[in-house]
């Protein structure tokens, strides 16, 4: 298995947690070939950047700690790190396809952790010849999960609240933005939104904003206050298309066709601090 067609895709995203401490068993050589099988049969991300994704084996010290994160992980040491070339839709982009390995992973019984800050970007890069026009914006251990979260582990699970999701009338609205969707009128679009609900999220903050209008969602990023400048990648444009990777693998399974534009609508009252990324098109009776 090397892709995510006949998987239960919705229970895999229902399963994907946060892991930051994990046993020292380490990956095997079988499930490190299928990761990189599938990281080699990815399509193009909806705003066509260069990516590129690699696997890294990290040293640990006599502690369990892993050099290169902070003391964040534990245990773990193969990574994947996420690359892409500077330019428009980078971000969303990163976020669209590495998700998508995030699954993958966790559907072969691997945990997880996305990592957008607490990592040593210095020397990730020396490990994957950074060139000049790239970017690394992510990367995350993959490896068991230990039975117990370490202590840091359990502060950055609590501190972002990372159990809570916001619920659909705060997200997701129906032609404008004065207008929730419910939830019970939402039909053939009810999983897809859901699976976007569910998503992880830099510190949790779930800045997707979704409307659904003629044939259409619009994805729009409401941005936390503060939160670009804190760091040195644009982490909720990542969260943004960890959000289009998740509506668009439900989506399929609900909706015979639909396609990515990016076409601002100028539907009427959008908020002063949100902006337009992108729009799923579809046909309604399919
Ligand atoms: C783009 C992005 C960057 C993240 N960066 C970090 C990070 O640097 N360190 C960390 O411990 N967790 C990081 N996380 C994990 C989030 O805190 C976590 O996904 C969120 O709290 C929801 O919890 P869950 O993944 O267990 O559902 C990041 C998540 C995303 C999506």
Not at 43 to 53: E, G, V
Not at 165 to 176: A, C, G, L, M, V
């Amino acid at each position: 298995m090397a892709d995510l067609t006949n998987i239960p895709i919705t229970d895999i995203i229902k399963k994907r947690k946060s892991w930051r401490t994990y046993t020292d068993k380490p990956v095997e050589i079988e499930k490190k070939e299928q990761v990189l099988q599938f990281i080699a049969n990815l399509k193009k991300p909806p705003f066509n950047s260069a990516t590129r994704f690699e696997m890294v084996d990290l040293d640990m010290n006599f502690t369990g700690k892993v050099s290169g994160t902070y003391g964040v992980i534990k245990g773990a040491e193969t990574f994947i790190a996420g690359i892409v070339g500077k330019g428009p839709g980078d971000m969303e982009d990163v976020g669209y396809l590495f998700e998508r390995i995030i699954l993958f992973a966790t559907a072969i019984d691997l945990d997880t952790c996305w990592m957008g800050a607490s990592f040593s970007r210095e020397l990730f890069a020396e490990k994957i010849t950074l060139k000049p026009e790239e970017t690394l914006p992510v990367v995350s251990p993959i490896g068991y999960r230990a039975g117990r979260r370490s202590l840091t582990d359990l502060v950055f699970h609590m501190s972002a609240g990372s159990k809570n999701r916001k619920s659909w009338p705060e997200i997701f609205f129906y032609r404008t933005f004065n207008e929730s969707l419910d939830k019970s009128s939402a039909g053939k679009l009810e999983m897809p939104f859901e699976m976007v609900r569910l998503a992880p999220s830099a510190v949790n903050k779930q800045p997707w904003r979704l409307v659904e209008d003629d044939n259409a969602v619009h994805f729009f990023l409401k941005r936390t206050a503060g939160f670009k400048s804190m760091f040195t990648m644009d982490l909720q444009r990542i969260d943004m298309g960890i959000a289009m990777c998740h509506f668009e693998i439900a989506a399929n399974i609900t909706f015979k066709s639909g396609l990515w534009k990016i076409e601002n609508p100028d539907i009427p009252y959008v908020p002063k601090d949100v902006e337009y990324i992108a729009s799923w098109k579809y046909l309604k009776d399919n």
